[in-house]
């Protein structure tokens, strides 16, 4: 453990606001001298980074979720870090926590902010940035408190193989409904299908993907837990039964869209839509949910515990590799979750 | 009381599916028999006639919420009838009842499906086709299980003047939230300004109405009750804020659409806006939440008796006229809940 206060911290900034796909100008290295804690800080060693697609959103200056992050400022992230030097009453050096550390290797942090400690021992540090962690939750309280899927159901998830998806389906399937995922490319889809149990999994690059999801969905769609968008979400609507939900997390294929696709204007149809089918759509991000985080913690603990669900992660190593794979998570490049060891 | 059973029927029938808007020569005029009540039925002869946008649907081959009528079936509609021959044990005649008779003077009727028998002495009977019976009942719920208007925050309705929109307004007004509506002309405007007593009432045919709703709407939208689509849409999109809740029940403007209108495709960007704004968007009909209905004849009934709540009809003498107002209704022709007097 280095605890040496006086190695600088490396960090990486945005440099510039992507245009469309972004790319590795982007971002950029430095390094700066190590802050100190203040009252009621901590100084924290960031160990793991988690990288996910919202990350995409927080580069644009344009209204989303939360406050972009402006040029010269550090990207955002999740971490799992160990206190290095602490003046907050209950927290020591060695704790690790769960953090919003960031794209850097050390950061300040307010100790009343620090709520969860992790022990190894339990389960591997990573899952708090995954399936036991953000990911993991916005699955959990999407089907919830929106999806609701109900024995004998159909529940279509996008993504499948990554840490929201799998989760969507494996929890799908605890609740006694039939799980369809879809994934990009054969690896991806055969895991889906055989290491996560869903009922059928398919790959959206096949050139007959819209005849596969209408088979592979006898009884239509109830559930379209959606996080992409795209030419998945143009092949699921034919498909929903009256009365479905479509929890909206996500739209990774817009991100980064430019400027509205050519017409016709499909916006009349997808509200015609709803009314004849009495679809509820509903976009949310964990938060929303925050009151349902200690059950979720609890069953999901229980269920990882018991091996009732799997995961996947995509470990990176070094943070001079995450702009790279921030740009590979947004072209689905990955498989599994995501997360930079530094 | 004519009890002659000898005289016949006259009825609307679909003469033909409409291409865009419907005309007259998708109706025809006919007579018929009278029929005679089988065991458990009733003969009825309806008394007034309820036109409501959602007949539109009705009219074509595809699917809406409910089968089409067929061509050369009767029109169907909610009616206030009255019995004339009874084979069903706890109707007799003389009894009106609330009904589903159709665009024709008289219809048979099992009588188990006729639960609400109505009395003139306690409210207008052409209430229990308005404000006190499906249309209101579509403002009550949607409020209730999708809006959930808080104290001071905004809502805004469409057809403001119509029985839905009237409702809506009035409803969210009692909830303690800020009624905006918007209704097609001057004389509307200042009847759902004045004598409904909405917060701020619009002209949607005014060059600069995008604007106008904005500055009606300082504080954002919270609640957009959606029963017209088009324009009044477009306005609203830009304005909801974060967690708006947008009950869909009807889109008017676009019912005698032909094909989808010309790009570019706004469907992403609605999808985005959703996502973002956590909106929910939740399509319904007013059977949907049947269960609240005893609830809503309770509380609408005790409102409407207070004089709590107001309500304005638009009524029609003689069936023959029937097809005129459900053109006229559908431009907005109409002010108020339009009754056919048969």
Redesign the interface.
């Given at each position: 453990m280095n605890t040496d206060t006086t190695v600088p911290l490396t960090r990486i900034v945005l440099a510039s606001r992507p245009q469309g796909e972004p790319t590795a100008d982007n971002f950029r290295i430095e390094q700066a001298p190590l802050p100190s804690p203040g009252e009621g800080q901590v100084l924290l060693r960031n160990l793991y980074l988690s990288l996910d697609p919202y990350m995409r959103?927080r580069m644009n200056a344009g209204?989303?979720?939360a406050r972009p992050v402006e040029i010269g400022e550090v990207m955002e992230g999740g971490t799992v870090s160990e206190v290095i030097a602490s003046r907050c009453d209950g927290l020591q050096p060695g704790d690790v926590v769960l953090a919003h550390g960031g794209w850097q290797t050390h950061a300040i942090a307010e100790g009343r902010t620090l709520t969860r400690k992790l022990d190894a021992g339990i389960a591997p540090l990573t899952t708090a940035l995954g399936v036991h962690g953000m990911p993991g939750f916005t699955a959990y309280a999407g089907l919830h408190e929106i999806g609701k899927p109900q024995p004998g159901e159909t529940v279509v998830v996008a993504a499948a193989s990554g840490p929201v998806g799998a989760t969507v389906g494996q929890i799908a399937r605890l609740h006694g409904a039939r799980a369809v995922g879809i994934a990009g490319g054969e690896a991806k889809r055969a895991y889906v299908r055989d290491e996560l149990g869903f009922d059928a999994a398919l790959d959206h690059r096949a050139p007959d993907f819209a005849d596969q999801l209408r088979t592979a969905c006898p009884n239509g769609i109830d559930v379209y837990f959606?996080n992409v968008?795209?030419a998945v979400?143009d092949a699921v609507l034919p498909l929903l039964n009256d009365?479905a939900r479509i929890p909206?997390?996500?739209?990774v294929a817009?991100y980064n869209?430019r400027?509205?696709?050519?017409?016709?204007?499909?916006?009349?149809?997808?509200?015609?839509?709803?009314?004849?089918?009495?679809?509820?759509?509903?976009?949310?991000?964990q938060r929303?949910f925050i009151s349902l985080y200690p059950q979720f913690l609890r069953e999901m603990g229980g269920w990882l515990g018991e091996g009732k669900i799997k995961y996947r992660e995509d470990i990176v190593e070094g943070l001079e590799n995450a702009p790279a794979a921030l740009i590979g998570l947004l072209k689905g490049r990955n498989f599994g979750k995501v997360v930079v060891k530094l």
């Open positions: 959103g209204r989303s979720y959606e968008g795209g979400f009365f909206v997390c996500g739209l817009h869209d400027a509205l696709p050519p017409g016709p204007d499909r916006l009349p149809m997808l509200m015609s839509q709803i009314l004849t089918r009495h679809l509820t759509v509903r976009g949310f991000i929303d």
